[in-house]
C-alpha cells in the first residue's frame, strides 16, 4: 500500500468501500475473508462451521470491513474481487446478501432466529404482492410458504413449551416438530434460494458481543440452527468479551468449577464454533502508522488537498498547525497522542484538518478549545477507569494551586511498591510525604517523580497515565505563557499618574545637623 488515504467527512460512520479496494487499509482483511468464503462455497462437506467473523476492538473497522464483503458479494463477479484476491474462482455463484441484524434488538421476546425470519418472512410478502395475479408464478411460491409454517411453528413450540399434556395429534405433531427446527430451518433457507434464484445466503450480525445479557443465547442458536451448508454467516466482535460473556454465563449456571476453569471451557466453546482459522483479524492503527497519508477533500478530486509522510505525522503535525500545543513521535516510535484506533484517529484528523490554521491566540482560542475537549472528553478513555475519574477531576480543578499536590498524592497513593523499594531517594521520600502543604510541592517535584515512575515502569496503564499528566501541563502552561504575553498589560498594568511629575532626586531629606 502506497499511502493511507482519507476522506473528508467520512469518520464519524462506517464505510462501504466500492473503488480502490487494493489501496485500502483492510486490504489484507478484505484478501482474508474473500478466501474464506471461497474455501465454504467450494468445500460443502467441510466440517468447519460456515462463520466469517470479524475480529477487533471497537472502532478498529469491522462493520465497515464486513459490510464492504457483503456489498462485493452483491456481484461475485465485481472486477474489484479479482484485483483483490487472484484467485478468486466463484463468479459464477450468487449470494442473497441479507440485511445486517443489529443485537439490539435481541431481547427476551426476539432473538436471532426470529429476526431472521422476520428478515426471509417480509421478502417473501413482497414476492407475493407481484405475483398476486400470476397464478403460475404464485404456485411456485407455495413451497416457501409452507415452510415459514413449519419452522415459525417449531420455533413457537421451543419459545413457549407446553407444560399440559400433549393429547391431540396438532400437539403431537408440534412437540416432534420442535425437535426438527434445524431440518425446517435448513428447508426453509433452500426454498428461499430456490425462489431467489440464488445459491448462498448470507447473514451477518454486527458486534454479537456487546448484548451482554444475551450474547450467550444468541451464539448457541446459530450454533445449533444456523451452520446449514447454503447459508454462510458473518459476525463481528471482540473475541475476548464474546469469551467473557461465555464464562459469565457459565458461572451463573452453578457450575462447580472455578472462574479459570469456567474460562478455560469459554475458550473452548468460542474456538470450537470460531475456529482461529475462520477469523479476520482487524488492524491496529499503529500497524499502518508509518503509511503515507493523502487527506481528500470529495471523491471526486483527484489531487489529495494533504499529504504527510506518515499518519504519526500528520496528527503531530496538524495539532501544531492548529493550536501551537506541540507533540513529538518518539524515535522509532508513536505518541501516545495517536489514537491506537480506527475509529478515533480518523474523528482526530477530521477535527484538526477542518479547523483553520493557527494565526494567534485570539483568533484561534476556538481550535485549543475544541483539541482540549477532545484531549479531556474522548483521548481520556484510553486510560484505566481509575485513572480516568482521576483526569476528569484534574479536567475539572480550576485552582493551580493544588495540583502539584493532587497528581504527587494519587501518584504515590497507586504506586506504592515500586517506589518503596527506593527508601534511600531522601528527595523522594520527602516529595511524596502526605503532611506537605499544597504550596511547598514544585512542577519539580511533580517531573522528578513521574520520571522515577517512568524509569522502573512495564505497563501501559501508568505510561499512558504518566502522557496524560505531562500533557496536561504542557497545555496548562501553554495556557500561563499566553496570559503573560499576551495580557501583560491586565497583570502588570502601567502605572497612572494625574497632575506633576516629580524626580525623587530632587527631593532630599534634612541634614542630621538641622
Not at 508509518?290 to 503535525?317: C, F, G, M, P, W
Amino acid at each position: 500500500m502506497d499511502a493511507i488515504i482519507f476522506y473528508n467527512g467520512e469518520e464519524k460512520e462506517y464505510i462501504i468501500e466500492k473503488n480502490n479496494l487494493t489501496s485500502s487499509i483492510f486490504k489484507e482483511q478484505y484478501e482474508r475473508a474473500l478466501r474464506l468464503i471461497q474455501d465454504i462455497v467450494n468445500n460443502p462437506n467441510n466440517t468447519t462451521p460456515s462463520i466469517v467473523s470479524f475480529c477487533g476492538d471497537r472502532g478498529e473497522g469491522k462493520t465497515s470491513c464486513m459490510r464492504t464483503i457483503m456489498y462485493l458479494l452483491e456481484d461475485a463477479s465485481n472486477k474489484s474481487i479479482k484485483e483483490l484476491y487472484k484467485n478468486w474462482n466463484i463468479v459464477d455463484k450468487k449470494f442473497e446478501v441479507l440485511e445486517v441484524i443489529d443485537p439490539i434488538f435481541f431481547d427476551k421476546e426476539h432473538n436471532v432466529i426470529q429476526l431472521l425470519l422476520g428478515q426471509l418472512y417480509a421478502d417473501y410478502i413482497k414476492k407475493l404482492d407481484k405475483v398476486k395475479n400470476k397464478c403460475e408464478e404464485a404456485e411456485k411460491l407455495k413451497p416457501l410458504g409452507k415452510a415459514f409454517q413449519r419452522t415459525t411453528r417449531c420455533l413457537a413450540q421451543i419459545k413457549h413449551p407446553r407444560e399440559k399434556f400433549y393429547n391431540t395429534t396438532e400437539d403431537l405433531e408440534a412437540l416432534a416438530a420442535a425437535k426438527e427446527l434445524q431440518k425446517s430451518i435448513d428447508n426453509l433457507i433452500k426454498e428461499y434460494l430456490s425462489v431467489a434464484e440464488k445459491d448462498f445466503l448470507v447473514i451477518s450480525i454486527d458486534d454479537i458481543d456487546l448484548n451482554i445479557k444475551g450474547a450467550y443465547e444468541m451464539v448457541e442458536q446459530i450454533r445449533k440452527y444456523l451452520l446449514s451448508k447454503q447459508c454462510i454467516l458473518f459476525v463481528s466482535l471482540h473475541i475476548n468479551q464474546l469469551i467473557n460473556v461465555v464464562a459469565t454465563y457459565l458461572d451463573k449456571e452453578d457450575s462447580p468449577h472455578n472462574r479459570l476453569e469456567t474460562e478455560d471451557m469459554a475458550t473452548k466453546y468460542v474456538t470450537k464454533l470460531i475456529p482461529l482459522d475462520n477469523r479476520v483479524i482487524m488492524p491496529k492503527t499503529y500497524d499502518f502508522c508509518d503509511k503515507r497519508l493523502q487527506i481528500y477533500k470529495t471523491h471526486e478530486d483527484s489531487d489529495a488537498s494533504a499529504t504527510y509522510n506518515s499518519v504519526k505525522e500528520a496528527v503531530v503535525q496538524l495539532i501544531y498547525n492548529k493550536t501551537r500545543y506541540l507533540f513529538y513521535n518518539s524515535k522509532g516510535g508513536v505518541s501516545p497522542i495517536v489514537p491506537n484506533n480506527l475509529r478515533s484517529l480518523r474523528h482526530l484528523i477530521g477535527l484538526l484538518y477542518n479547523m483553520e490554521n493557527f494565526v494567534n491566540n485570539a483568533t484561534s482560542e476556538a481550535n485549543k478549545h475544541a483539541f482540549k475537549a477532545y484531549f479531556f472528553q474522548t483521548w481520556i478513555y484510553q486510560l484505566d477507569k481509575k485513572d480516568q475519574k482521576f483526569a476528569n477531576l484534574l479536567g475539572q480543578n480550576n485552582d493551580t494551586s493544588l495540583i502539584n499536590k493532587q497528581i504527587v498524592s494519587y501518584l504515590a497513593e497507586n504506586n506504592r511498591e515500586r517506589i518503596s523499594t527506593n527508601e534511600n531517594n531522601s528527595l523522594l521520600t520527602n516529595i511524596i510525604q502526605p503532611d506537605n502543604y499544597s504550596y511547598n510541592i514544585s512542577v519539580g517535584d511533580v517531573f522528578y517523580l513521574t520520571n522515577f515512575l517512568e524509569k522502573s515502569n512495564v505497563k501501559e496503564e501508568l505510561r499512558l497515565l504518566l502522557f496524560f499528566i505531562k500533557s496536561y501541563y504542557s497545555i496548562r502552561l501553554y495556557e500561563c505563557y499566553d496570559i503573560i504575553t499576551e495580557k501583560s498589560a491586565e497583570i502588570f498594568p502601567e502605572p497612572q499618574f494625574d497632575g506633576e511629575i516629580f524626580n525623587c532626586l530632587l527631593y532630599t531629606s534634612p541634614s542630621p545637623r538641622d
